[in-house]
Nanobody
């Protein structure tokens, strides 16, 4: 079984910063692309950013230049540094990872349960 656990969320004032972490553990053979998504109340889940095994990155236009995604392959942890936060960034932030596990080694997308980020004065 694979677990993804997010941490680092909280309440921050507009213009502030937060750094989120996503730790993967369990029956992991290999982790490929990792990603952050977010979901505000009553809204659809939306893509934020992803990072490939070779650390190539992609960002949604709404966060480009403000958020930075990174990963530590030795520790199986992904990060999201969020700067210049606005109230529109308020959402539950979920991590996802494409992982192969024994015994099938089929590539499967796993999800964390999310960490809440609230940007408010």
């Amino acid at each position: 079984q694979v677990q993804l656990v997010e941490s680092g969320g909280g309440l921050v004032q507009p213009g502030g910063s937060l750094k989120l972490s996503c730790a993967a553990s369990g029956n992991i053979f290999h982790i490929y692309t990792m990603a952050w998504y977010r979901q505000a109340p009553g809204a659809q889940r939306e893509f934020v950013a992803n990072i490939t095994l070779n650390s190539n990155t992609n960002y949604d236009n709404s966060v480009k230049g403000r958020f930075t995604i990174s990963r530590d392959n030795d520790k199986n942890i992904m990060y999201l540094q969020m700067n210049s936060l606005t109230p529109q960034d308020t959402a539950a932030y979920l991590c996802a990872a494409d992982i192969t596990s024994s015994p099938t080694y089929v590539l499967t997308k796993h999800w964390g349960k999310g960490t809440q980020v609230t940007v408010s004065a």
